[in-house]
């Protein structure tokens, strides 16, 4: 008797033969009739029991939750809902789960409910499809950039480097954490520490990209990157995933080629790759918002808006361009933004990005040509001396979901950029070699994953998009 | 003009078109041929330049490591060692490399020099090919999984839990360094910490990725992993990648089946996409050993080896026959090995794994069912007591690739386990959880990516097949 999978099994459809699955009940109806779910599709396979020849007590083991594997014969399905079922023969118990105690029961969780069982949220519907899009994602995105030539690159996780100024890190040590050892003036002597040094866990890969890109011509990275930020929301976590693409001699204006080009590519992906997934969450969406106002309901399903990404251009506006607009729109006149736009130089705000891309442009935008000092140190100065060759691009519901720049190529202007701000350039000597041999003009960005997985499932908070979420209070698991 | 990678205009040729190209110069010779390298490819493209016509300024400036435009049309080559070349109408210089400074000069560098340059070393010949096969493995990774229906699981990198018991932590702290906050006990609060809690990076994510399995079916992690182990060897780094699959359903048999599959489907893949890179490192490695005495050269050169694992089943080997062989073995009779074998339950040093895999059966080898005391606390007991399901795959040069286990799904036999070694089970109630509700056999591996980029580069030092490695006293970049 041949195993299958469930997903397998319901695409090949053998009818006629007899199959071995395994899986976890989902429902258990009349003492006959089992759905059951692998973790392979979000489809259950109907499994039809005779309880008169079953035995009582695996009988009363069959409940939501339960591990079984089943044996019998692949029959078209007699009743609604599923083209094939399994008409069992055998029914054996791996495992059981007391509905007692066992917290997934077949009725509605509220999301945070199922942030405390982390460990089997992903039993449900919602979370198996979540996780299963988040896969495809990150193969999307490996298949992207291999195919158009990159090459993956593992930049450090522990740094000893705090140069780039992304956000607040976490210390890395090993240090005895009462009693560190001390040097002759009193500070916590890092030489005694694993690596001689103080480290910390990295805020991007992309500086160490930048060394490979300008070796190798085209990498990107799809790392872990951290912030030791106490920002509690729902658009924030302390651990998330990144991915960096870094080109050499790649320009801003094919930085933002690359970075529409790759967006939509992934999105096409999911949408071909994750259909069954994507229809249940659009449905999930739509009856979470029916509890919603009628104004802060979307006006696009989830598939609708996935496909809008795929078929539209983005929109490309400088900075300057949209200060315009913002400051003679609407809301800004009549204070209703927190922020009002007053002037050129004024760092846009969720609120403003939101605005532009929702109401005012209805379409992905990629802003561009920011003022250089709202900007990291190493964007590219333009010639005006004032803006930088930064860009972002700012989504639907979810507002910057990639940064990037054409990155300062030339040694004086970078070394400048690096006094003017105090930043200690021994931590960078490696980075400014990249100037002294070889540069040349090259750019990059930075995608964060779990908000492009936000923004391919629907969901509303980050912390449901990554198995685990670390933010302010919690590391459990 | 269009602009090409020098592995796409390799591959295509398109003679007697109007090429662009840019890259980094390896070599100027006479005045007149720049090899010109962009990455893409372990191959230089020659490009002719017409002395006579060129600015003086820019001549001076081709040297080793400067960056380069070049635009002019493909032609077959008139000279050995190339079919095709750029007969140069305008060269750009993006960037100089002075010869005086830059220290990727045209000659032998030794790899510890190189070590000290981890952000230029990559810009040469061996490091390039070694990070482009570390790349291909890495896709070849995901397509593996990918294509047998397994999802891709983040496991958190900071973690709350330290049961798993791997090895050394580092701890992952926002505290003040030189005051933390004591509680009552005079003992440092974590609880003011970012978390909450203390915590480390993870040594593992094994258990998260079981939680996984056991609502999906079949995952697979890929991702950082830390040991803060004072190993300063060739074979050790305090940060390295790990690839983790987890089976729910899948018995040791299984486990080692996919093992073998997943291991010989990798390697098969960049035997097919990297043949110059491994033709290349076969070379190097060839011509290194030809300082070393006739007995410490391999016997296969690198693309022999790597055919040979695809082509040879592993030879599977209990526990107990291992020992038996070790113990009549020469080196164990005439105390050659460091550690003598003398009884069952001996735990298995290097020495002997490479004497079982090199000299007694030459081939990779899968140990299988080892005494329960050596091994970790979630391995299935066997029902003779006192082994486990546990699994080592054995490479030769490498030593232990691959660990793995079928896990423990009995409640009770797992909860007594945790107990006998003094583990605090509160750590583990979601870990116990799985055994609870609808538990199952399950079982997973680790393969440490870094020794099998080594297997598939012939490097001999693990700091050589990652960017930038992370060790005892260094972590610079």
């Not at 009743?79 to 059981?96: L, M, N, R, W």
């Not at 994507?278 to 802060?296: H, N, T, V």
């Not at 846009?348 to 442009?361: G, I, M, N, P, T």
């Amino acid at each position: 008797m041949k195993s299958y999978s469930i997903k397998e099994l319901l695409e090949k459809q053998p009818v006629g033969d007899s199959v071995v699955v395994n899986g976890w009940v989902k429902t258990f109806r009349s003492n006959r009739f089992i759905a059951l779910n692998d973790g392979s599709t979000i489809h259950n396979l109907q499994c039809v029991v005779d309880f008169e020849k079953l035995d009582e007590t695996v009988l009363k083991q069959i409940t939501t939750g339960s591990a079984l594997k089943i044996s019998g014969t692949l029959v078209e399905s007699q009743g609604k809902g599923q083209s094939v079922e399994i008409q069992a023969e055998d029914v054996f118990v791996h495992g059981t789960a007391d509905p007692e105690t066992y917290p997934i029961q077949p009725k509605k969780h509220s999301l945070e409910f199922l942030r405390e069982k982390a460990h089997l949220r992903v039993r449900t519907n919602t979370f198996a499809a979540v996780m299963r899009v988040r896969s495809a994602l990150a193969f999307a995105i490996h298949s992207y950039f291999q195919q158009k030539g990159f090459y993956y690159m593992h930049a450090p996780i522990i740094t000893g480097s705090d140069a780039e100024g992304a956000g607040e890190m976490f210390r890395v040590t090993s240090l005895d954490a009462k009693k560190p050892p001390l040097d002759e003036n009193g500070n916590v002597d890092y030489s005694e520490d694993f690596f001689g040094k103080e480290t910390n866990l990295t805020v991007s890969g992309q500086l160490e990209a930048e060394t490979y890109a300008m070796a190798l011509g085209k990498v990107y990275t799809f790392g872990p990157t951290f912030r030791a930020e106490n920002s509690n929301t729902s658009r924030h976590l302390a651990e998330f995933w990144m991915i960096e693409p870094e080109v050499a001699f790649n320009d801003l204006a094919a930085n933002m080629d690359l970075a529409e080009d790759f967006i939509k590519s992934i999105i096409r992906y999911v949408l071909e790759h994750c259909k069954d997934d994507l229809q249940f969450l659009e449905g999930r969406l739509l009856d979470e918002e029916k509890s919603k106002p009628q104004a802060e309901r979307s006006e696009m399903t989830l598939l609708e808006k996935l496909r809008f990404v795929v078929e539209n251009n983005f929109k490309r506006v400088s900075y300057t361009e949209a200060i315009d607009i913002l400051r003679n729109s609407n809301p800004n006149k009549k204070k209703k933004f927190q922020y009002i736009i007053e002037e050129w130089g004024a760092d846009l705000q969720s609120e403003h990005e939101r605005f532009l891309v929702e109401k005012h442009f209805k379409c992905p935008v990629i802003l561009f040509d920011y003022p250089a000092k709202i900007k990291a140190f190493y964007m590219r100065l333009n010639e005006d001396g004032k803006t930088v060759r930064a860009m972002d691009v700012l989504f639907p519901g979810i507002g910057e979901i990639v940064g990037g720049s054409q990155r300062e190529e030339r040694l004086e202007v970078l070394q400048q950029k690096i006094k003017d701000l105090g930043i200690d350039d021994k931590e960078l000597w490696w980075y400014l070699d990249l100037r002294r041999f070889g540069t040349a003009v090259h750019s990059g960005f930075g995608l964060g994953f779990e908000r492009m997985v936000q923004f391919a499932t629907g969901m509303g908070n980050i912390r449901d998009v990554i198995p685990y979420p670390r933010t302010p209070q919690n590391a459990e698991f």
